[in-house]
Structures are given as C-alpha cells and as structure tokens.
C-alpha cells in the first residue's frame, strides 16, 4: 500500500522519521522495493517530544535536501506521529506527509484527527496545530511488535470512546478481555467513533472536545510526571486516571449513576495497576491544569458524562474539585 501511496503522491524526496525502536522492529516489515529515501532516528519517548529534538529533525530534513514537494513518512507511535506531521506541517511552510502508527494508542487515537504538537515546558502538546496527513497506513501487523504495557496503553483511549459513545458501546467493553491484541474489527470500530467527532468538528470548537473526557485530569498528571527523570507514565495510564477522577467529578456535578461510577471504576483497576502519585503536589497540579488548552480565561472547563454516551462539554471546574478527583483515584 505504502508503495502504491508514493506513486500516487510522486515526491521528488522521501524522509523516514522513526524512533529508535521503530526503526528496529517496523521499519524492515515494510520499506522493501521502496525508492530511495533517507531514514532519520531519534530516541523513543515522551521526552523526546521537544523543540530541541525538532531542530534536530528540522537540521535533518535540510541536510537531506527536501523541498516543498518531498514526503515525510512518520514510523512509530503518538510521540512520532504528533511531532512528525508537526515538523512537516511548517518546514518550508508545509511539506506532505504519511502516518503509520505502530502502537495501539496512536492508531485508535494520535494518527487520526489532524492534532499535532510537541510538549513544551512539560506542558502536553503545548505548543501545535491542526493539519490532517495525506495518509494514514494502519496494520495490526506493527502491533505484534509491542510489549503488552503497551497495547494495554492503547486501550485507555478504546475504552473512553466506548464510554462516550453509548450505552451498547460500554457493554460490549466490558465483556471484552483486555490483555491481548484487540481483532481488526474492534480497532475499526474505535477509528470510526473518533473520526465520527473529528469529521464533524475538525478543530474542536464544539463537538469534538466530548473526546477529551479523562483528559483534563489525565494530561495534567502527565505534565506534573514529565518533570519527573525517574519516573515515567504512559499516555494511556494517564488517561485511566483521568477517566476515573472525571467519572467521579461526573458523579458529583452531573449526577452520573453511581452504579456506572463504580463499574468504571472497577472495571479500569481491574485491568490497569494502581499509578503512585506521591509526587504529584497540589501546587504542581493546579500549575499544570492552568495550562490545558481547553481552559477558557480562569476557568478550567471539563468534559464529562451525565451518563453512558451522553457527554457534556464546556462543564466549568474548580482547582479544588479536580484535587479531589485526583484524591479519589488515589484512594481507590
């Protein structure tokens, strides 16, 4: 298909992105008969989703003489992907280029919807855009590569769509067993719940932010954890906590049955290990949930459900209640 792609798009270069571990189990499975190209590779992981590693790729990508019509080829995860299509998007004011996700979480989530960003200051996605790929390959042939802390990260975001979906959706989640590769079908059916709010609303104006339930809470823990060189968190895990501490804010301001507060809350622990967040202080959390770009001026503004696949967006919370959302996790 990537073959077929390229002849279609006719670049007069072509420039591999990966990570190193990309780079190693992926990127042989499929560049065979490929014309000629210049693969680039950076280290993997969340920190390395920087400007500092930018310029390098930005260096890179000038050493290898592209011009406005070469094609960059983004091999790895969401850290790839997110910073890939980002450093496409504005050298030379925008070249072409292709996703192929190779990790659960980024085919259900960071290679569909035209976000790109890096971090900045260990700010998630601080700093960013929105243009959508030319292409986006997605084979469960990249996901028999992966440790399974990984496809369980991939799973968070499967599972929040479910939740915001509908009630047939939730269902079905939870008779689903998590710990392995999920069937072709099921990721399909993930992409098509995302792409359903994304097709509608490209750059999250309205619609589209019901897919940032779990977020709020999720990315300013991962923030607070980025600061932190000996301990590391996965976007996924994140998210879980997320998921949990905003279905209790559900509860408590939208009147979210308790029932389907408890059940999603054990379902998640039952599947995903208890995340220590003994070194998440109040004052670096309220620091980090001031950032989220879904704030509104003071206001931390959440999204969250009145019940299963019924979201409410726009939803203003305090600092206050969100540490205590973040309590509640803890004290699960």
């Known amino acids: 298909m990537l073959k077929r792609i390229i002849l279609e798009i006719k670049p007069t270069r072509i420039f591999f992105l990966a990570d190193t571990n990309t780079k190693q189990y992926c990127y042989s499975l499929f560049s065979k008969d490929l014309p000629e190209h210049n693969v680039f590779t950076i280290k993997p992981g969340e920190k390395e989703k920087n400007l500092n590693t930018c310029t390098f790729i930005w260096q890179a990508m000038t050493d290898a003489l592209l011009d406005r019509h070469s094609l960059v080829i983004n091999l790895g995860g969401g850290v790839i992907c997110d910073m890939g299509g980002f450093c ?6 925008g070249i ?12 259900v989530d960071a290679s569909i919807g035209g976000k790109l960003g890096i971090d900045f200051e260990n700010y998630k996605n601080h700093i960013g855009l929105f243009r959508d790929p030319n292409h986006v390959i997605i084979s469960n042939i990249f996901l028999k590569t992966l440790p399974q802390e990984e496809i369980l990260s991939g799973y968070a975001e499967i599972i929040k769509h479910a939740l915001i979906n509908s009630p047939s959706a939730w269902e079905k989640q939870l008779t689903m067993d998590i710990s392995g590769i999920p069937p072709d079908e ?20 309205g619609l589209r932010k019901a897919l940032n339930f779990g977020h709020t809470i999720g990315h300013a823990v991962e923030s607070v954890l980025l600061d932190k060189k000996y301990i590391s968190i996965t976007h996924g895990k ?44 109040k004052k670096n959390f309220s620091k980090a949930l001031r950032q ?41």
């Open 88 to 93: 496409a998007s504005v050298f030379k004011r």
């Open 96 to 107: 072409s280029f292709i996703n192929c996700p190779t990790t659960l979480l980024s085919q």
């Open 186 to 205: 099921y990721i399909a059916q993930s992409i098509q719940v995302k792409y359903r709010y994304v097709s509608q609303d490209l750059k999250e104006s």
């Open 238 to 281: 994140a998210i879980v906590v997320g998921l949990i501490a905003e279905s209790w804010m559900s509860h408590k301001c939208l009147g979210l049955d308790k029932d389907d507060l408890f059940t999603i809350c054990d379902y998640l622990t039952k599947f995903f290990p208890k995340i220590i967040l003994d070194d998440v202080s």
């Open 292 to 332: 989220d770009k879904k704030n509104r001026g003071n206001k931390i503004m959440l999204s969250a459900i009145k019940k299963i696949g019924d979201c409410v967006i726009d939803y203003p919370v305090s600092e206050e209640l969100c540490w205590e959302a973040l309590n509640y996790y803890k004290s699960l």
